[in-house]
């Protein structure tokens, strides 16, 4: 006899329930009713890339994360012991480290990834099909990504990206724009945020104020988790990266800095007056925070002179958003980017674009109680079946009931009343409709309201709307 296996599913990756795909379909329609609003239009790509379309792109850590697909079933089959040591002795001396010879074997039988994110696929696209759009183009994405990260709460392996990307133009309108679509979609969903913003500039202009220009990318990327280890640990990451004290004492105070947006302009100000790229970044944002004043947003925004966005393609203005009532991490982020279509062969396209955690914002709606009950409901009648001719005698209420948009169900076997009254009840369904061979010869039906217990009788032609379904 075969061994039975256990059922289970990857680690960081979730099934969902009929009463969850409810709920996450509602974040799915809220959020692509916002993106239409705003003119918006829908693409697709597919679940996976050719891996040079995605190497390179989330700089050392986020590589570390794609998850590579075999060519085939039997990819190590020409693989051989000898194969291995070539592709080990063809690396340089200096690089012959695990990472760089699991590389060279794994680039050996992959090709492909699963998608990262939804950016450098949109970049890609836009490139490839440039002769078909028009610029400036504006597209929204809803599909899921891939990473493989450390599965904890609030962090998965697999989960859903909403994107909305505006690309093909400089102007800093797109930027509130993507302020406005944050406000417009949390307002909906009645959660409390903050908008945090920076930008890539000001970063750079901190870069070299420390000392390190050439050490941006290893600044960022120990700048991004303070929210996750503080600012001691990163620290100690940044003297690991050889970023010295001295250097780290003219970032510390920037980093630790509470004030109102005036100040804090005022102090990085400061701090980059000697960069170019600083202080641009800093004129960027006073701009960018004068129109958010005009467009009087109702969510709360500030600038975040710690965030950093450790993704090495954002070049100007970055975003984050946090819920203020769950604690969680950030539930929404983006930025501006000024040349990744450069790197598949068009460059001088600057797109920005933000992207919408629909995981986290599930859990978020679901912590808070957010989900409306009509959002997340199934059934709202269900139809008794008592004998063949009961159940043939309801169907035409079914029909008048699902053409008014009232979701129904007939029982489908013939069954005892209590055992149908049983299935209403676990599949929360409010409404029964009754009807044995005595309503069938009165030409009416019973209709149950299982919230309240209240019962009714009803002529047929009458029932589709003799209740508030």
Same mark, same amino acid.
């Given at each position: 006899?075969?061994? $039975?296996?256990?059922?289970s599913?990857?680690?960081?990756?979730?099934?969902f329930?009929?009463? @969850?795909?409810?709920g996450?379909?509602?974040i799915?329609?809220?959020? /692509?009713?916002v993106?239409k609003?705003?003119?918006?239009?829908?693409i697709?790509?597919?679940?996976?890339?050719n891996?040079?379309?995605?190497?390179?792109?989330?700089?050392?850590e986020?590589?570390?994360?794609?998850?590579?697909i075999?060519?085939s079933?039997?990819?190590?089959?020409?693989?051989?012991?000898?194969?291995?040591s070539k592709?080990i002795?063809?690396?340089?001396?200096?690089?012959?480290t =695990?990472?760089?010879?699991?590389? #060279?074997?794994?680039?050996?039988?992959c090709?492909?990834?699963?998608?990262?994110?939804?950016t $450098?696929?949109?970049?890609?696209?836009?490139?490839?099909?440039r002769?078909?759009?028009?610029f400036?183009?504006? /597209?929204?994405?809803? @599909? =899921?990504?891939?990473?493989?990260?450390?599965?904890?709460k609030?962090?998965?392996?697999?989960?859903?990206?909403?994107?909305?990307?505006?690309?093909?133009?400089?102007?800093?309108?797109?930027?509130?724009?993507?302020? @406005?679509?944050?406000d417009? &979609?949390?307002?909906?969903?009645?959660?409390?945020?903050?908008?945090?913003?920076?930008?890539?500039?000001?970063?750079?202009?901190?870069?070299? #104020?420390?000392?390190?220009?050439?050490k941006?990318?290893?600044?960022?990327?120990?700048?991004?988790?303070?929210?996750?280890?503080?600012?001691?640990a990163?620290?100690?990451?940044?003297? #690991?990266?050889?970023?010295?004290k001295?250097?780290?004492? $003219?970032l510390?105070?920037?980093?630790?800095?509470?004030?109102?947006? %005036? @100040?804090?302009?005022a102090?990085?100000?400061?701090?980059?007056a000697?960069?170019?790229?600083?202080? %641009?970044g800093?004129?960027?944002l006073?701009?960018?925070?004068?129109?958010?004043?005009e %467009?009087?947003?109702s969510?709360?925004?500030?600038?975040?002179?710690?965030?950093? /966005?450790?993704?090495?393609?954002y070049?100007?203005?970055?975003?984050e958003?946090?819920?203020?009532?769950?604690?969680?991490?950030?539930?929404?982020?983006?930025g501006?980017?000024?040349?990744?279509t450069?790197i598949?062969?068009? =460059?001088?396209?600057?797109? &920005?674009?933000?992207?919408?955690?629909?995981?986290?914002?599930?859990?978020?709606?679901?912590?808070?109680?957010?989900?409306?009950?009509?959002a997340?409901?199934?059934?709202?009648v269900?139809?008794?079946?008592?004998?063949?001719?009961s159940a043939?005698?309801?169907?035409?209420?079914?029909?008048?009931?699902?053409?008014?948009n009232?979701?129904?169900?007939?029982y489908?076997?013939v069954?005892?009343?209590?055992?149908?009254f049983?299935?209403?009840?676990?599949?929360?369904?409010?409404?029964?409709?009754? #009807?044995?061979?005595?309503? $069938?010869?009165?030409?009416?039906?019973n209709?149950?309201?299982?919230?309240?217990?209240?019962?009714?009788?009803?002529?047929?032609?009458?029932?589709h709307?003799?209740c508030?379904?």
């Amino acid at each position: 006899m075969a061994q $039975v296996q256990k059922p289970s599913i990857p680690k960081g990756t979730r099934d969902f329930s009929p009463e @969850q795909m409810a709920g996450r379909n509602y974040i799915f329609d809220t959020i /692509r009713s916002v993106f239409k609003n705003y003119g918006y239009k829908p693409i697709e790509t597919p679940s996976m890339e050719n891996l040079s379309t995605l190497l390179g792109k989330y700089g050392e850590e986020g590589d570390k994360l794609l998850f590579k697909i075999l060519n085939s079933g039997d990819a190590f089959s020409g693989i051989s012991t000898a194969d291995l040591s070539k592709l080990i002795s063809q690396a340089p001396e200096s690089s012959l480290t =695990p990472e760089i010879n699991s590389n #060279a074997l794994s680039l050996r039988v992959c090709e492909k990834g699963l998608r990262y994110d939804l950016t $450098v696929p949109f970049a890609r696209y836009v490139v490839q099909h440039r002769n078909e759009i028009t610029f400036p183009f504006k /597209r929204y994405q809803i @599909q =899921p990504v891939w990473r493989a990260d450390r599965p904890q709460k609030g962090r998965y392996r697999e989960f859903y990206q909403c994107d909305v990307d505006v690309i093909g133009s400089n102007s800093l309108l797109n930027e509130l724009e993507l302020v @406005q679509i944050v406000d417009d &979609v949390f307002r909906a969903f009645g959660i409390n945020i903050c908008i945090k913003i920076n930008n890539r500039k000001i970063l750079s202009g901190l870069a070299e #104020a420390m000392g390190f220009p050439d050490k941006l990318v290893d600044i960022t990327i120990a700048m991004d988790k303070i929210d996750k280890i503080g600012i001691e640990a990163v620290k100690e990451e940044m003297l #690991a990266r050889s970023i010295d004290k001295k250097g780290f004492s $003219v970032l510390e105070p920037v980093l630790s800095f509470k004030g109102t947006t %005036a @100040q804090k302009l005022a102090l990085i100000g400061n701090v980059v007056a000697g960069s170019s790229s600083g202080c %641009a970044g800093v004129e960027e944002l006073k701009a960018l925070f004068n129109l958010i004043d005009e %467009a009087q947003i109702s969510q709360q925004v500030e600038i975040d002179l710690s965030l950093a /966005r450790g993704l090495n393609y954002y070049t100007g203005a970055i975003f984050e958003v946090k819920a203020l009532d769950f604690t969680i991490g950030s539930i929404c982020g983006g930025g501006r980017y000024d040349n990744l279509t450069g790197i598949f062969g068009l =460059p001088d396209v600057s797109g &920005v674009g933000i992207s919408f955690g629909a995981d986290r914002i599930y859990d978020v709606l679901l912590g808070l109680e957010k989900f409306p009950k009509e959002a997340i409901g199934g059934t709202k009648v269900l139809l008794s079946n008592l004998d063949e001719a009961s159940a043939a005698y309801l169907l035409p209420l079914a029909n008048k009931l699902r053409k008014n948009n009232i979701s129904c169900e007939l029982y489908p076997d013939v069954a005892k009343l209590k055992k149908q009254f049983e299935y209403a009840q676990k599949n929360s369904i409010p409404y029964f409709v009754i #009807a044995g061979e005595s309503e $069938v010869n009165a030409g009416t039906v019973n209709i149950k309201n299982l919230t309240t217990g209240e019962q009714i009788t009803v002529p047929l032609a009458e029932a589709h709307v003799s209740c508030q379904w």
